[in-house]
């Protein structure tokens, strides 16, 4: 008995997200519901009421509804002097929503209404999360808001702290909210001025604040829930939190793992090549330049902070930066990228390959399946090719541009990161439209955008080819 036998003599019938889900893949549905947000947002932001004196161009405010809803963070205009309260109000909930989903919004909304979810409901929504599985998709979605108000509230309120003593209590208050927000969700929006978070470099409860709270939306909600679980059943049991730790999943481990890595090494990076730069730290007290580098370490993965001047780094660093930038965060959480468990998995793949072993990935004495293998592979050649493409595009509308700015920017925005050089409010109308097709592209994923637009072929017969004699290098 198939479904629609079964409501017709239960009686019930399907909810209209059912049919729709039933009707197209959940790659378009993500991606229709991005872009109706996108639209809505660029409307609400073009408003008289949303702009301070003349209303920007549109097309300056879909950059930036964009830039937005994606979690980049890039803007062709200064957010804190643009906009009003109210078009302060509407990136924050552009923020919000690009930051956990809107699949997951309307989600919430459903389970208001009733308690339970269809099947087809549950294999949309679990997809738009990045669950696995089926298992328990509701009480899943329900924990992704809950952790989310937790997190922002707890740095809302450590940043109220702070930015009450300099801005007074009203504006104090909303200027904490909006960057708890947009750190969280990795937005990288401030609503203090045209310089980011500059003039904090040696601000301890910013830097501090702000840094945890984009590390912590950038892991992704699945390590965190295998953490709060770890540490419940520890104190409940008793045992030592050592012999939790290797109960942990391979994913979080690799996530854990890989992050902590990519962080002191970015550290150390900055301050190898900017420890004798004047433009950016080597002026700053010892206490400013350790801030300083470890802010731009978390920052360049992930957020579209900073607390020293892009556009003064030396240019090794910006190369090795746009590397970073590339791996970006980890999967299932508000962090854009090629994702930190790719790279594990790539560069434990590479090191059997040379070592004359099967080109395997083992992670914590586990083999990954060939599957995930291949899929890292095309996440790594889809990235780099969609940025060669791209940068070759800005090349040829932004002719009076370096290159390696060029670069920088197209990194930024695949990855969702949203540090700049400084060129964004200077681009034309064509290379602002390739930044926001690289920023909506690195939001969905380019396998989500391929996905979306690929009709499934049927395959009738499984055909195993001959090896083919090619000589490799």
Same mark, same amino acid.
């Given at each position: 008995?198939?479904?629609?036998?079964?409501?017709?003599?239960?009686?019930?019938?399907?909810?209209?997200?059912?049919?729709?889900?039933?009707?197209?893949?959940?790659?378009?549905?993500?991606?229709?519901?991005?872009?109706?947000?996108?639209?809505?947002?660029?409307?609400?932001?073009?408003?008289?009421?949303?702009?301070?004196?003349?209303?920007?161009?549109?097309?300056?405010?879909?950059?930036?509804?964009?830039?937005?809803?994606?979690?980049?963070?890039?803007?062709?205009?200064?957010?804190?002097?643009?906009?009003?309260?109210?078009?302060?109000?509407?990136?924050?909930?552009?923020?919000?929503?690009?930051?956990?989903?809107?699949?997951?919004?309307?989600?919430?909304?459903?389970?208001?209404?009733?308690?339970?979810?269809?099947?087809?409901?549950?294999?949309?929504?679990?997809?738009?999360?990045?669950?696995?599985?089926?298992?328990?998709?509701?009480?899943?979605?329900?924990?992704?808001?809950?952790?989310?108000?937790?997190?922002?509230?707890?740095?809302?309120?450590?940043?109220?702290?702070?930015? /009450?003593?300099?801005?007074?209590?009203?504006?104090?208050? +909303?200027?904490? #909210? *909006?960057? %708890? =927000?947009?750190?969280? !969700?990795?937005?990288?929006?401030?609503?203090?001025?045209?310089?980011?978070?500059?003039?904090?470099?040696?601000?301890?409860?910013?830097?501090?604040?702000?840094?945890?709270?984009?590390?912590?939306?950038?892991?992704?909600?699945?390590?965190?829930?295998?953490?709060?679980?770890?540490?419940?059943?520890?104190?409940?049991?008793?045992?030592?939190?050592?012999?939790?730790?290797?109960?942990?999943?391979?994913?979080?481990?690799?996530?854990?793992?890989?992050?902590?890595?990519?962080?002191?090494?970015?550290?150390?990076?900055?301050?190898?090549?900017?420890?004798?730069?004047?433009?950016? /730290?080597?002026?700053?007290?010892?206490?400013?330049?350790? +801030?300083?580098? #470890? *802010?731009? %370490? =978390?920052?360049?993965? !992930?957020?579209?902070?900073?607390?020293?001047?892009?556009?003064?780094?030396?240019?090794?660093?910006?190369?090795?930066?746009?590397?970073?930038?590339?791996?970006?965060?980890?999967?299932?959480?508000?962090?854009?990228?090629?994702?930190?468990?790719?790279?594990?998995?790539?560069?434990?793949?590479?090191?059997?390959?040379?070592?004359?072993?099967?080109?395997?990935?083992?992670?914590?004495?586990?083999?990954?399946?060939?599957?995930?293998?291949?899929?890292?592979?095309?996440?790594?050649?889809?990235?780099?090719?969609?940025?060669?493409?791209?940068?070759?595009?800005?090349?040829?509308?932004?002719?009076?541009?370096?290159?390696?700015?060029?670069? +920088?920017?197209?990194?930024?925005?695949?990855?969702?990161?949203?540090?700049?050089?400084?060129?964004?409010?200077?681009?034309?109308?064509?290379?602002?439209?390739?930044?926001?097709?690289?920023?909506?592209?690195?939001?969905?994923?380019?396998?989500?955008?391929?996905?979306?637009?690929?009709?499934?072929?049927?395959?009738?017969?499984?055909?195993?080819?001959?090896?083919?004699?090619?000589?490799?290098?």
């Amino acid at each position: 008995m198939n479904i629609k036998e079964l409501n017709a003599i239960t009686g019930r019938r399907r909810s209209w997200i059912e049919r729709v889900a039933k009707a197209n893949n959940p790659a378009k549905l993500l991606m229709i519901t991005f872009l109706i947000v996108i639209l809505s947002g660029s409307v609400l932001l073009s408003l008289p009421v949303s702009n301070q004196g003349a209303p920007s161009s549109y097309l300056n405010n879909l950059f930036v509804a964009v830039s937005a809803v994606c979690v980049t963070g890039l803007s062709t205009v200064t957010a804190a002097s643009q906009y009003t309260h109210f078009g302060k109000i509407v990136l924050i909930l552009l923020m919000q929503i690009g930051g956990i989903g809107p699949m997951t919004i309307i989600a919430i909304f459903i389970l208001r209404n009733r308690k339970r979810m269809a099947t087809e409901e549950k294999k949309l929504f679990a997809s738009a999360a990045g669950k696995s599985d089926l298992y328990n998709v509701s009480g899943y979605i329900r924990r992704i808001i809950l952790y989310t108000v937790i997190f922002e509230v707890c740095g809302f309120i450590l940043l109220s702290f702070r930015l /009450i003593s300099l801005y007074g209590m009203r504006e104090g208050l +909303f200027n904490a #909210l *909006f960057l %708890s =927000v947009s750190a969280f !969700t990795n937005a990288g929006f401030d609503p203090i001025g045209s310089d980011s978070l500059i003039r904090y470099v040696g601000d301890p409860i910013i830097n501090l604040t702000v840094m945890t709270l984009i590390i912590f939306g950038g892991l992704g909600f699945m390590v965190w829930f295998e953490l709060k679980d770890l540490l419940v059943s520890k104190f409940r049991r008793g045992k030592t939190l050592a012999r939790k730790v290797k109960r942990l999943s391979e994913h979080s481990v690799t996530v854990l793992r890989t992050t902590l890595i990519l962080i002191v090494s970015g550290f150390f990076l900055v301050y190898l090549f900017e420890s004798e730069n004047a433009g950016t /730290i080597m002026n700053l007290n010892g206490e400013s330049r350790f +801030f300083a580098c #470890l *802010f731009q %370490s =978390v920052t360049l993965r !992930t957020a579209g902070f900073a607390t020293v001047n892009f556009g003064m780094c030396t240019r090794p660093l910006l190369l090795i930066m746009c590397v970073y930038m590339l791996i970006g965060g980890s999967p299932g959480g508000t962090a854009g990228g090629m994702k930190t468990t790719t790279i594990a998995v790539l560069y434990s793949s590479a090191l059997n390959t040379l070592d004359d072993r099967k080109p395997d990935a083992v992670i914590r004495n586990r083999r990954v399946a060939p599957s995930l293998l291949k899929h890292a592979y095309v996440i790594l050649t889809l990235y780099i090719s969609i940025t060669f493409m791209a940068v070759l595009a800005l090349t040829i509308v932004e002719p009076s541009v370096g290159l390696l700015e060029l670069l +920088f920017e197209a990194v930024s925005a695949i990855a969702t990161v949203g540090v700049s050089t400084g060129i964004t409010s200077s681009l034309s109308a064509g290379g602002k439209i390739v930044i926001m097709i690289l920023m909506f592209i690195g939001r969905l994923g380019p396998l989500s955008v391929y996905a979306a637009f690929h009709k499934e072929r049927r395959v009738t017969n499984h055909i195993e080819y001959p090896d083919a004699n090619i000589i490799i290098g």
